[in-house]
C-alpha cells in the first residue's frame, strides 16, 4: 500500500506564499502525481499534475500562481503557492496515478486570510 503524507499548510495572509511537500513511501520516478484541494461544501478539484516525464499541467485558478514539481531522489512532490488569495482556502491533498489518483494522502489545511 502506497502511503502519501502532506505537509506544509497553514495560515497566510493575502498574497503570501507557501510551499506543500509530499512525502511518498515508494520510488516516483514512472509516476503522476498532483495535489487537489477540497473548499468547505465544494467537491475536491484538481489543483496541478506532473506527469513522469515532467509535463506539467494547472487548474485556470492557479495558473501563473502555483507550481508543482518533484524529486524522485526524494520521493517527494511539491506545491509552490504564491500570490494566495482567500479562495486558495482549502484541505490540499496529493495523489499518485492519474487523476483522481488511485492513493490519496490525509490532506493539509492551507487557510488564506487577514
Known amino acids: 500500500q502506497v502511503q502519501l503524507v502532506e505537509s506544509g499548510g497553514g495560515l497566510v495572509q493575502p498574497g503570501g506564499s507557501l510551499r506543500l511537500s509530499c512525502a511518498v513511501s515508494?520510488?516516483?520516478?514512472?509516476?503522476?502525481l498532483g495535489w487537489s484541494r477540497q473548499a468547505p461544501g465544494k467537491q475536491r478539484e484538481l489543483v496541478a499534475q506532473?506527469?513522469?516525464?515532467?509535463?506539467?499541467n494547472y487548474a485556470d485558478s492557479v495558473k501563473g500562481r502555483f507550481t508543482i514539481s518533484r524529486d524522485n531522489a526524494k520521493n517527494t512532490v511539491y506545491l509552490q503557492m504564491n500570490s494566495l488569495k482567500p479562495e486558495d482556502t482549502a484541505v490540499y491533498y496529493c495523489?499518485?496515478?492519474?487523476?483522481?489518483?488511485?492513493?490519496w494522502g490525509q490532506g493539509t489545511q492551507v487557510t488564506v486570510s487577514s
Open positions: 515508494r520510488g516516483i520516478r514512472f509516476s503522476t
Open positions: 506532473i506527469l513522469s516525464g515532467d509535463t506539467t
Open positions: 495523489y499518485s496515478g492519474s487523476w483522481p489518483g488511485d492513493h
